[in-house]
């Protein structure tokens, strides 16, 4: 089970650290990722982080070079550091967990977590 918390309503240029909770396996051995989702749109992936101790990120779009992904196993927590917000990363945030090689391939995430909602005003 993964649980996403930590949105809210930030003004723009602000940050914000999405953390995401795992329980109910040994999630060591996964990857995890953070997508988002506004209303009438698809799912989008923004990031990824493979399993430890690699932990090898991948970043889209616009998430590159302003959010950090990142991992703590003794803790089952996933974090998701947003900095230099805008508007256009308004949208409900989920987390995601692949047990498979290709955690690069964000259609192998098959463990979803509820979202959380972030909201960029300007």
């Known amino acids: 089970q993964l649980q996403a918390s930590g949105g809210g309503l930030v003004q723009v240029g602000g940050s914000l650290r999405l953390s995401c909770a795992a329980s109910?396996?040994?999630?060591?051995?996964?990857?995890f990722a953070w997508f988002r989702q506004v209303p009438g749109k698809e799912r989008v992936f923004v990031t990824a982080i493979s399993w430890s101790p690699t932990s090898s990120t991948l970043y889209r779009g616009s998430a590159k070079g302003r959010f950090v992904i990142s991992r703590d196993d003794a803790q089952n927590r996933i974090y998701l550091q947003m900095n230099s917000l805008t508007p256009e990363d308004t949208a409900v945030y989920y987390c995601a967990a692949s047990e498979d090689s290709r955690w690069n391939v964000p259609d192998t995430y098959t463990i979803w977590g509820r979202g959380t909602q972030v909201t960029v005003s300007s």
């Open positions: 109910g396996r040994d999630f060591n051995t996964y990857a």
